[in-house]
C-alpha cells in the first residue's frame, strides 16, 4: 500500500521538479520581531506525508553546525505563496534589506485561523527562490485536487510515520494502542491485540497492515447494509446495482461522479477504473462504496459554479462584506494588518472597510481612530487589495471609506488609488461635495472593478439633511487611554479605557511578549501522540495506577487468592511498573524492567538481565504471556498470573458522597449554598458508563462534572486517577473548573441545612468569619427582555415561545447562541439570544474583567492606599460604584471631567423620557433622545475635489423619515448605513418599507460600538428585510460569520447571492408574515434527515472527541427557526467513527430564505461544549439521497472530519 500511494506520488508533476529540488540549500529566516536576527534553515519537504519541514542550523563550538527540526507545515495548509518584500516580517526591516533585490525574497502563508502564519525566506539566487516556488505551488494545487480517498490515505500515511520509531520498520501494539487513543477509537487492549497479531507475528506491521487496520476501524458494514444491501446481488454490490442507487435514491442520472471520486484526475478512463476497483467477482468492494458516500464527490451541497443571472441592478443582491476589515482581534487594542484585507478576500468578501487617517509623514494611515489598534500605510493596503481583489471572485469590489484625513491627505488618497488601480478604479464624476444620480449597474457589467463608498457632507454642520446627528459623533471616542482594574488577588491590572457619549467601554491590555512566546510554542508544537503509562493501562482491570508497596500487598493479601495480581507504577524508578501478586499465601513484587535496543525500540521484561525470548513490546503484552504461562525467578518457577485484583471502592464512607441522591435533589442543595466550589460527589443514575458525577457550585450556578470510567481508572478532562478519593484530594489543591477548586464539601450537616432552607426560599452561604447566614438567592438570577417574538415549532417543545416584552428570567447562558430561560409556565426552555437584550447585569459576578462596557454616571476622585495608583475614579451608574485607579491627579481629574460632561449630555437625553421608563429606560430607547441633543462642535468637515470624484456612493440615512413613516427618496447612489441597534428599532417599526427601499438602493448594517470583544449581531433578520452590505467582524469566528460563509456558497462563493424575485418586486415584503406566503407563491417543504455516522472527529489542538453531539438547525424567517440534536451520549467514548441513525424532520415555509446548519460538538466532563467542526449551507443548494456533510473550521477551512447523512426533500404543496 505504502509502495502504491509512492508510486501515485511520482506520477505528479510536483514530484518531477522536487527532485530537483536540493535540502542541503541554506536560506535565510525573518521573523516578524525586527529585533531579532535572520536565522539560517534548510528545508526539507516530505513527498510521503504531503509536509515542508523547517531546520533551523546552528553553529556551536569548533565551527560544527547542528541541524534542528523547528517548524513542519502540511501542504494543505498553505494559503499563499507570495514573492517579494510584501509581508510584516520584511516591511519592518532597515534600509540595507530594502535595497536587496525583491526577486529573493518569499513568503509562505499558512495555517487555519483568520491571520495566517508565515514563513518568510531570503535565498542567495533567484533561481533557487523560483525553484522553491513552483514546487510549493504544484504540490498546493495537487494536494487541493485530492479527492476523500487521497486524502484518507495520506492523512493514515502521517499518522504512521508521527508514531513509527524511525529506526523500525514498523510500529509496535503500544504504539498503535497509544494511537487509538489519539483518535478517540474505542477498542479493548484484548480485541486490539487480536487485531494486531492478525497482522503480523514479529511484534511490528508495517504500513500495509497499519492501513488495512485502521480502515477496518472506520468500515461500518451497518451503513453498507442499510445503504446498498436492496441494491446488490446475492454476492455484492455491481455496477448495475450502483446505478440503480444513483437514480432511485440519490436522484442523479448518471454516475459520473464515482468515477470523479475513483480517480479525479482521469475520470474519464471509465473501463480503466472499473477494472482499478472491482474484485475477482467482478463485484464493487463494500468498504469501496462507503467510502464514496463520505467523499467530496457526494457532497450534500453542489455550489461550483454560477448558477444565477448575473445582469441584475446591484441592490437585487446580497453581498458579502466586513466591518473594520483591518483589525485582527477586538476594537480597542488589537493589530491592524494588511494581511486581514488579504485575508477577506480570500474568504469571498466583496465589500472592504477602511478607516483613514492622516498620517504623520504626510501619508494616510489606517487604524480604528482614538484607540489603541496599530496603525498600518494606507498604501500598503491598497496594494494588497488590487493584487488579491479579483483572485477568489471577478465580481466587483466596494471600498467602505470612513474618511477622517485631512484635505491635503486625501488628495494624496486619491493620487494613491489612481495610480495603484488603475483601470480598476469606476468612477462617475459629479459635482465637487456630492455624487451624481445614476441607475445601479450589475456585478457582470463591473467585473474586476473597484467602487468607492464614503460619507459627503450635504449641509455646513455635522448633521445630514434629515436632522439626525452622524452616528460616528454620537459613538467616537471622545477620551482614551490606560487605566486600571482590580482583580480578586488586591493586583492592580492595567486597562485600555475609551469614552463616548454612551459608555465607557475597556478591554485588558494584551501582554505581547508573553502572546509572542504563545504563538512561537504554538508553532513548534507536535501533534505526534503522547501517552502516558497510567492512561496507556488505564482501561485494564489489574492496573491500580499510583500506589505505594505496602498498600499494594495489602491489596493482594486481602483478597486471598492463589497467584491473583495486581500492576502498579513503581515508587522507587518512574515511569516502571511492578507486578505485584500472590504466592504461597505471601504478597511477592516483581520490577517490570525496561530495556532499549539497537533499533531504540523499548522492551519489557521480568529478571535480571534482558532474555529476547522473553522480551515484550508491551506490559499489555508481558501481563498475557505470563497468565498463560508460568514465571521464572531466578530459577524458581512460580504459578501463572490467575485473577486481576480489582482497585477496592472505599469512597462510599467519604462525608462528601452521596449514594441515592440524584441531579434535581443536588441542584436543589448546591443552589442553597452560596459559596464557589462548594461539592458533593454522587452516582449517576442515567448513565451506564459514567457511574459517578461531581456536582459544584460556580457563582450562581450548578455545573455537574461526568466522571468517565476506563477500566479501574477514573478520567476527568484528560487527568487519570485511580479512584474518586484521589481525585477528590487532586482537586482540592489544584484548579477544577475555570479557575476554582473543590473548596467545600457538603456534609452531612450542611446538607440538612440546605434542605431545611430550600423550603424557606432563603440560600446558605459560608462566609469568611466561618458563620452561616442566610441570604436571597434570587438577587443571582440574570432576566432578559424579548425585542422580538419567537413562535416554537410545534415538533420542537424544548423551545420557548415569547413576544415582545416579555421579561424572562432565571436565564442561563447554556451556550454562546443558545440560552435557557423560564417565561411563565415554561420552565428552563432554550431560546436565542439575538431576540432578546440583557436588562439585569447581575451576573457581574462571575465575569472576568478582560472586556465590556460601563454606564455613566456622577464621578468622583477617591485616595487609594496603593502608592503606585494614588487616585481611584468611582463612577456611580445606577447606585453600583464602578472603580479605576490612575497614576497622576492630572489623570484622574481629566477623566472625571469627560466622564462628567458626557454624563450631563446623557441625562438631557433622559429627561425626555415619561416617568415610568426613567429607571429601565433601554439603550434603544435613549439613543433618539441622545441624537436629538445639540452637538458640541458644528464644524464641517471638508472633502478635496481629486477625492470626491472618485466616490461612487454617498452614505445617508433614512432613520427619522421612516421612523415617522414619512416618503423616502432614493437614488442608486445613495447607501443607507444604520447601526444594528438603530436598524434593529427600525424593522420593528417598519420592515416593509425598509425591504422596498433596499430594493432600489444598498444599505449596510455595522455591528455595535458595545461590541469591543469584535463579536458579531445575527445576520439574518438583516438579509431577511434585504439589506445587502450586513458587516461583520470576520476575524471574531462566531456563529454569525460561519453563517455568512454558509450562505455565500451560493453562486460558486463569488460573493453576491441574487434575492428572490418577490422581495423586489413588492412594496409590502415583510419577511416575518407567514400569511403573505401563499400569495407570494412560495412553496413550502419539508426535510426528513437521518444522521447516520462520522468520521475523524478531532477537537482544537488534534485531541480526540469523546462523546460527540451533532446539532441540526435551521436558520432563516422567524417562523421557520428550528434546533435539533442527537442524543446525548448515543456515540460515546468514540470519535473517530461514532453511529447514530437518528431521524429528524423539519418543515420550511420559506426554503428561500433558510439556511441548514450543521455543528458537532464534543461534551466534555463538565458538559461544556468543544467545538469539532460546522458547515450551513443554503436550503435550495441541498441535494437528496445519503450525502457527506464536510465539517469546516470556525474561519471556513476544510477539515478531514466528515458526517453521514440520509436527506429527503418533500414539496409539501404536491401533497395538497
Known amino acids: 500500500m505504502e509502495q502504491e500511494i509512492w508510486y501515485k506520488i511520482r506520477s505528479t508533476a510536483?514530484?518531477?521538479?522536487?527532485?530537483?529540488?536540493?535540502?542541503?540549500?541554506?536560506?535565510?529566516?525573518?521573523?516578524?520581531?525586527?529585533?531579532?536576527?535572520?536565522?539560517?534553515?534548510?528545508?526539507?519537504?516530505?513527498?510521503?506525508?504531503?509536509?515542508?519541514?523547517?531546520?533551523?542550523?546552528?553553529?556551536?563550538?569548533?565551527?560544527?553546525?547542528?541541524?534542528?527540526k523547528d517548524t513542519t507545515i502540511n501542504i494543505c495548509t498553505i494559503k499563499e505563496i507570495r514573492r517579494g518584500k510584501k509581508a510584516k516580517a520584511l516591511t519592518c526591516r532597515n534600509l540595507s534589506m530594502k535595497r536587496m533585490d525583491s526577486n529573493l525574497f518569499l513568503t509562505i502563508f499558512y495555517g487555519d485561523g483568520f491571520i495566517l502564519n508565515s514563513l518568510c525566506l531570503m535565498g542567495n539566487s533567484i533561481n533557487r527562490i523560483q525553484l522553491l516556488q513552483s514546487v510549493l505551488e504544484q504540490m498546493v494545487k495537487h494536494t487541493q485536487g485530492l479527492s476523500y480517498k487521497d486524502k484518507l490515505e495520506y492523512w493514515i500515511l502521517r499518522k504512521y510515520h508521527s508514531i513509527k520509531n524511525d529506526q523500525e520498520n514498523g510500529v509496535t501494539l503500544d504504539e498503535v494502542k497509544a494511537f487509538t487513543m489519539s483518535i478517540g477509537y474505542p477498542i479493548t487492549s484484548v480485541n486490539l491485540q487480536k487485531e494486531f497479531q492478525e497482522r503480523s507475528q514479529t511484534g511490528l506491521i508495517n504500513f500495509d497492515g497499519f492501513y488495512h487496520l485502521v480502515k477496518s476501524w472506520l468500515h461500518d458494514q451497518q451503513i453498507f447494509t442499510d445503504c446498498f444491501r436492496p441494491y446488490s446481488e446475492l454476492m455484492g454490490l455491481t455496477f448495475a446495482g450502483l446505478e440503480t442507487f444513483f437514480a432511485e435514491i440519490q436522484g442523479e442520472k448518471s454516475i459520473q461522479s464515482w468515477f470523479h471520486f475513483i480517480d479525479s484526475k482521469n475520470p474519464s478512463l471509465r473501463d480503466d477504473i472499473v477494472h482499478m476497483i472491482v474484485n475477482a467477482d467482478n463485484l464493487i468492494p463494500d468498504d469501496i462504496a462507503v467510502d464514496y458516500l463520505f467523499s467530496q464527490q457526494n457532497s450534500i451541497c453542489k455550489t461550483d459554479r454560477i448558477e444565477q443571472s448575473m445582469n441584475r441592478p446591484l441592490s437585487h443582491y446580497w453581498i458579502s462584506s466586513s466591518h473594520n476589515t483591518y483589525l485582527t482581534g477586538n476594537q480597542l487594542t488589537s493589530e491592524s494588518s494588511v494581511e486581514a484585507y488579504v485575508r477577506c478576500l480570500q474568504l469571498g468578501v466583496r465589500c472592504l472597510e477602511l478607516d483613514c487617517w492622516d498620517g504623520k509623514d504626510g501619508s494616510p494611515i489606517i487604524y480604528h481612530g482614538r484607540t489603541r489598534t496599530t496603525k498600518i500605510p494606507f498604501k500598503d493596503v491598497v496594494e494588497a487589495i488590487k493584487e488579491h481583489a479579483f483572485l477568489s471572485s471577478k465580481y466587483p469590489v466596494i471600498l467602505s471609506i470612513e474618511n477622517h484625513c485631512s484635505v491635503k491627505q486625501q488628495k494624496v488618497m486619491a493620487n494613491m488609488m489612481e495610480e495603484i488601480f488603475g483601470n480598476m478604479l469606476y468612477a462617475e464624476t459629479g459635482k465637487i461635495g456630492e455624487v451624481q444620480s445614476f441607475t445601479l449597474s450589475s456585478p457582470e457589467n463591473l467585473k474586476e472593478k473597484i467602487l468607492l463608498k464614503c460619507k459627503i457632507p450635504k449641509a455646513e454642520n455635522s448633521r445630514d439633511s434629515t436632522g439626525k446627528r452622524d452616528s460616528y459623533e454620537l459613538f467616537s471616542n471622545i477620551h482614551c487611554?490606560?487605566?486600571?482594574?482590580?482583580?480578586?488577588?488586591?493586583?492592580?491590572?492595567?486597562?485600555?479605557?475609551?469614552?463616548n457619549k454612551i459608555h465607557l467601554l475597556y478591554t485588558q491590555i494584551p501582554d505581547k511578549y508573553e502572546s509572542s512566546q504563545r504563538h512561537q510554542r504554538n508553532q513548534k508544537k507536535s501533534h505526534t501522540p503522547s501517552i502516558s503509562v497510567e492512561q496507556l493501562y488505564a482501561n485494564e482491570k489489574w492496573y491500580h495506577g499510583a500506589l505505594d508497596i505496602k498498600d499494594g500487598e495489602t491489596r493482594v493479601v486481602k483478597f486471598d487468592v492463589e497467584g491473583a495480581f495486581l500492576v502498579r507504577d513503581s515508587t522507587t524508578r518512574p515511569g516502571n511498573c511492578v507486578i505485584c501478586f500472590q504466592y504461597n499465601k505471601s504478597p511477592v513484587n516483581c520490577r517490570i524492567m525496561?530495556?532499549?535496543?539497537?533499533?531504540?525500540?523499548?522492551?519489557?521484561?521480568?529478571?535480571?538481565?534482558?532474555?529476547?525470548?522473553?522480551?515484550?513490546?508491551?506490559?499489555?503484552?508481558?501481563?498475557?504471556?505470563?497468565?498463560?504461562?508460568?514465571?521464572?525467578?531466578?530459577?524458581?518457577?512460580?504459578?501463572?498470573?490467575?485473577?486481576?485484583i480489582p482497585v477496592p471502592q472505599y469512597y462510599e464512607d467519604q462525608d462528601w458522597f452521596y449514594r441515592s441522591m440524584d441531579r434535581k435533589t443536588a441542584e436543589s442543595v448546591l443552589s442553597k449554598i452560596v459559596m464557589n466550589g462548594t461539592f458533593l460527589v454522587r452516582y449517576s443514575h442515567t448513565l451506564i458508563n459514567l457511574p459517578m458525577v461531581i456536582s459544584f457550585r460556580y457563582h450562581d450556578i450548578v455545573k455537574h462534572c461526568r466522571i468517565r470510567e476506563v477500566g479501574t481508572s477514573l478520567v476527568v478532562s484528560s487527568k487519570t486517577f485511580p479512584d474518586i478519593v484521589r481525585l477528590?484530594?487532586?482537586?482540592?489543591?489544584?484548579?477544577?473548573?475555570?479557575?476554582?477548586?473543590?473548596?467545600?464539601?457538603?456534609?452531612?450537616?450542611?446538607?440538612?441545612?440546605?434542605?431545611?432552607?430550600?423550603?424557606?426560599?432563603?440560600?446558605?452561604?459560608?462566609?469568611?468569619?466561618?458563620?452561616?447566614?442566610?441570604?436571597?438567592?434570587?438577587?443571582?438570577?440574570?432576566?432578559?427582555?424579548?425585542?422580538?417574538?419567537?413562535?416554537?415549532?410545534?415538533?420542537?417543545?424544548?423551545?420557548?415561545?415569547?413576544?415582545?416584552?416579555?421579561?424572562?428570567?432565571?436565564?442561563?447562558?447554556?451556550?454562546?447562541?443558545?440560552?435557557?430561560?423560564?417565561?411563565?409556565d415554561q420552565v428552563q426552555k432554550y431560546f436565542y439570544p439575538s431576540f432578546v437584550s440583557v436588562i439585569e447585569a447581575s451576573e457581574l459576578k462571575q465575569t472576568k474583567f478582560e472586556e465590556g462596557s460601563v454606564g455613566l454616571g456622577p464621578v468622583e476622585i477617591l485616595q487609594n492606599g496603593n502608592k503606585d495608583y494614588p487616585y481611584i475614579i468611582e463612577i456611580r451608574e445606577s447606585g453600583i460604584p464602578f472603580r479605576v485607579a490612575v497614576k497622576?491627579?492630572?489623570?484622574?481629574?481629566?477623566?472625571?471631567?469627560?466622564?462628567?460632561?458626557?454624563?450631563?449630555?446623557?441625562?438631557?437625553?433622559?429627561?425626555?423620557?415619561?416617568?415610568?421608563?426613567?429607571?429601565?429606560?433601554?439603550?434603544?430607547?435613549?439613543?433618539?433622545?441622545?441624537?436629538?441633543?445639540?452637538?458640541?462642535?458644528?464644524?464641517?468637515?471638508?472633502?478635496?475635489?481629486?477625492?470626491?470624484?472618485?466616490?461612487?456612493?454617498?452614505?445617508?440615512?433614512?432613520?427619522?423619515?421612516?421612523?415617522?413613516?414619512e416618503s423616502v427618496d432614493v437614488e442608486g447612489s445613495d447607501i443607507s448605513s444604520y447601526s444594528e441597534t438603530v436598524l434593529t428599532n427600525l424593522l420593528g417599526v417598519v420592515c416593509a418599507k425598509c425591504c422596498e427601499i433596499n430594493s432600489k438602493q444598498l444599505c449596510r448594517v455595522y455591528p455595535s460600538l458595545t461590541r469591543i470583544n469584535s463579536s458579531n449581531f445575527s445576520p439574518l433578520w438583516m438579509w431577511n428585510s434585504g439589506c445587502q452590505l450586513v458587516s461583520l467582524n470576520f476575524q471574531f469566528p462566531d456563529k454569525s460569520v460561519q453563517i455568512n460563509l454558509g450562505k455565500f456558497r451560493q453562486n460558486n462563493n463569488c460573493g453576491y447571492v441574487l434575492k428572490p424575485d418577490y422581495m423586489l418586486s413588492r412594496n409590502d415584503f415583510n419577511p416575518n408574515d407567514i400569511n403573505l406566503l401563499d400569495e407570494l407563491g412560495v412553496q413550502s417543504i419539508s426535510l426528513n434527515l437521518t444522521i447516520i455516522s462520522g468520521r475523524n472527529f478531532l477537537k482544537q489542538g488534534h485531541r480526540p472527541a469523546s462523546d460527540p453531539v451533532v446539532e441540526i438547525e435551521v436558520l432563516g424567517a422567524d417562523f421557520d427557526m428550528n434546533l435539533k440534536r442527537t442524543c446525548p451520549h448515543a456515540?460515546?467514548?468514540?470519535?473517530?467513527?461514532p453511529y447514530w441513525k437518528e431521524k429528524f424532520t423539519?418543515?420550511?415555509?420559506?426554503?428561500?430564505?433558510?439556511?441548514?446548519?450543521?455543528?458537532?460538538?464534543?461534551?466534555?466532563?463538565?458538559?461544556?461544549?468543544?467545538?469539532?467542526?460546522?458547515?450551513?449551507?443554503?436550503?435550495?443548494?441541498?441535494?437528496?439521497?445519503?450525502?457527506?456533510?464536510?465539517?469546516?473550521?470556525?474561519?471556513?477551512?476544510?477539515?478531514?472530519?466528515?458526517?453521514?447523512?440520509?436527506?429527503?426533500?418533500?414539496?409539501?404543496?404536491?401533497?395538497?
Open 14 to 68: 510536483s514530484f518531477i521538479a522536487c527532485d530537483q529540488f536540493d535540502s542541503r540549500w541554506d536560506f535565510k529566516r525573518f521573523s516578524e520581531n525586527a529585533n531579532q536576527t535572520a536565522e539560517s534553515v534548510n528545508l526539507e519537504l516530505d513527498q510521503f506525508t504531503r509536509q515542508l519541514e523547517v531546520f533551523v542550523l546552528i553553529c556551536g563550538g569548533g565551527g560544527v553546525i547542528t541541524r534542528t
Open 1131 to 1137: 456515540a460515546m467514548d468514540n470519535g473517530f467513527c
Open 594 to 644: 525496561t530495556h532499549t535496543m539497537e533499533n531504540f525500540r523499548n522492551v519489557y521484561y521480568i529478571g535480571s538481565k534482558p532474555d529476547e525470548k522473553f522480551c515484550f513490546g508491551s506490559i499489555f503484552s508481558l501481563v498475557c504471556y505470563y497468565q498463560n504461562n508460568p514465571l521464572v525467578l531466578g530459577g524458581v518457577e512460580l504459578p501463572k498470573l490467575t485473577m486481576p
Open 728 to 824: 477528590v484530594e487532586y482537586y482540592r489543591r489544584h484548579a477544577f473548573y475555570k479557575g476554582i477548586q473543590l473548596e467545600k464539601p457538603v456534609d452531612k450537616t450542611l446538607y440538612q441545612m440546605a434542605l431545611a432552607s430550600y423550603q424557606e426560599g432563603s440560600a446558605v452561604c459560608e462566609c469568611d468569619d466561618g458563620y452561616i447566614y442566610t441570604a436571597n438567592a434570587d438577587e443571582l438570577s440574570l432576566s432578559v427582555e424579548a425585542i422580538r417574538t419567537f413562535t416554537a415549532p410545534a415538533d420542537n417543545p424544548n423551545l420557548l415561545t415569547f413576544y415582545e416584552g416579555d421579561i424572562i428570567t432565571n436565564v442561563f447562558k447554556e451556550e454562546e447562541d443558545l440560552w435557557l430561560g423560564d417565561l411563565g
Open 1146 to 1216: 423539519f418543515t420550511i415555509r420559506n426554503p428561500d430564505l433558510a439556511l441548514l446548519r450543521f455543528v458537532v460538538q464534543d461534551k466534555d466532563a463538565f458538559n461544556d461544549s468543544c467545538f469539532i467542526g460546522q458547515a450551513t449551507y443554503p436550503i435550495r443548494c441541498l441535494r437528496p439521497g445519503y450525502r457527506s456533510v464536510r465539517l469546516l473550521s470556525k474561519y471556513g477551512d476544510e477539515l478531514i472530519s466528515v458526517l453521514l447523512v440520509r436527506l429527503e426533500i418533500i414539496d409539501n404543496n404536491e401533497n395538497r
Open 888 to 965: 497622576s491627579e492630572k489623570e484622574a481629574r481629566d477623566w472625571k471631567k469627560q466622564i462628567n460632561l458626557c454624563y450631563q449630555d446623557l441625562k438631557a437625553g433622559v429627561k425626555e423620557e415619561t416617568p415610568s421608563n426613567n429607571n429601565k429606560a433601554s439603550f434603544r430607547r435613549l439613543v433618539p433622545n441622545i441624537l436629538k441633543s445639540k452637538p458640541q462642535s458644528t464644524r464641517r468637515r471638508k472633502i478635496s475635489e481629486e477625492f470626491a470624484k472618485l466616490i461612487l456612493f454617498s452614505t445617508v440615512s433614512h432613520a427619522k423619515p421612516l421612523r415617522q413613516r
Open 481 to 499: 487611554g490606560e487605566m486600571f482594574i482590580q482583580n480578586k488577588y488586591g493586583q492592580w491590572q492595567p486597562y485600555f479605557f475609551a469614552l
